[in-house]
Nanobody, 127 residues
Framework: VQLQASGGGLVQPGGSLRLSCAASGRTSDYYNIGWVRQAPGKEREWVSC?????????HYADSAKGRFTFSRDNDRPTVYLQMKNLKPEDTAVYYCAADLISGVYYYRGCPVKYDHYGRGTLVTVSS
């Protein structure tokens, strides 16, 4: 499994960015696929995911709800995270992560831990 995130950068508060994650195979091959982030000095936290658990649902952390949109392009295969109204607290390295099979532990619909993580992309929100 290969996952490569891109699209990070420096953006002003209130700005937008779209992150992309190029995955090996087809995104429909993955049981779970999503985004996690890790801010400097903080633990990694989940952002959003698409999970086949319960028939296939997209979930968002409270911090992302209403501002971030997760989407998939099965033909590329790529998943995206469109981020709007970015805030300084969104500054973090964002990682794409995936499972080929279901994990055991889920939190609010997304895996607590994924089997595969890609290299991250840095998002810096600052004026």
């Amino acid at each position: 499994v290969q996952l490569q995130a891109s699209g990070g950068g420096l953006v002003q508060p209130g700005g937008s960015l779209r992150l992309s994650c190029a995955a090996s195979g087809r995104t429909s091959d993955y049981y779970n696929i999503g985004w996690v982030r890790q801010a400097p000095g903080k633990e990694r936290e989940w952002v959003s995911c698409f999970s086949s658990l319960n028939g296939g649902v997209t979930h968002y952390a409270d911090s992302a709800k209403g501002r971030f949109t997760f989407s998939r392009d099965n033909d590329r295969p790529t998943v995206y995270l469109q981020m709007k109204n970015l805030k300084p607290e969104d500054t973090a390295v964002y990682y794409c992560a995936a499972d080929l099979i279901s994990g055991v532990y889920y939190y609010r619909g997304c895996p607590v831990k994924y089997d595969h993580y890609g290299r991250g992309t840095l998002v810096t929100v600052s004026s």
